[in-house]
């Protein structure tokens, strides 16, 4: 299972820290969406900064088992919420926030039975 958790957990991290990054760079793709789900400008520092604190938890997740733990509840919260962001503004184009948020989920299963 550890395995398992090393890849999922190491590919979720990548997406995260790719995702960060254009988030930060203020990417025009990226603000439209956020736009188009209501998020302020003004978050997308602190979006980006979860995310990045995400991508290295799972990393050290890999060492320290409760931090594993702890950052892959906190991504699968990020992205539930997210999922949540463009139901609400009935956005349903949400298969990239949905299908993060199962690696995400499934990276928490994975390094809580590793």
Known sequence: MFIAYAVVGG?????????ATVTLQRNDQIVANMRKVEVPDSWLPRLAALKAAGAVGLVAGLWVTPLGIAAAV?????????????????????????????????????????
């Open 74 to 114: 906190g991504v699968t919260l990020y992205f539930v919420g997210a999922v949540i962001s463009h139901l609400r503004v009935k956005d349903y184009e949400l298969a990239p926030a949905a299908a993060l948020t199962l690696v995400a989920a499934a990276a928490l299963a994975l390094r809580i039975a590793a």
């Open 11 to 19: 590919l979720l991290a990548l997406a995260l820290a790719a995702s």
